[in-house]
């Protein structure tokens, strides 16, 4: 009787620390997305004023007046040679420029 209880209570151990070393995983898994997200965000094509200034004045010719970081980039603003001032977006994450 007592290797039975014993053998028993050796396999609900294991049981039970097999589940412990699954749920291991899966939080190395989480962690690993959590990496990926961080990464994703590291991937912008644009990382800096210099850069956002240097895409909207190949695009728009003039003095640039300012720039100022939006919530998804950059908003330049620009004096062109018309005097004329607007302002450009520059999606961070896509370079993409557009006049406002």
Do not use: W
């Not at 039970?16 to 291991?24: C, L, M, Y």
């Not at 997200?37 to 909207?56: G, T």
């Amino acid at each position: 009787m007592k290797l039975g209880l014993t053998l028993t209570l050796v396999a609900c151990l294991c049981t039970s620390f097999g589940s412990i070393a699954g749920n291991d995983k899966h939080d190395d898994r989480n962690q690993s997305r959590g990496q990926g997200v961080k990464n994703e965000q590291r991937r912008l094509v644009v990382n800096s004023p210099d850069q956002a200034v240097a895409m909207a004045q190949r695009q728009y010719r003039g003095k640039v007046l300012s720039v100022q970081s939006s919530g998804s980039g950059y908003r330049v603003k620009i004096l062109n040679n018309d005097g004329q001032v607007f302002s450009v977006s520059v999606d961070a994450a896509t370079g993409r420029v557009s006049r406002n």
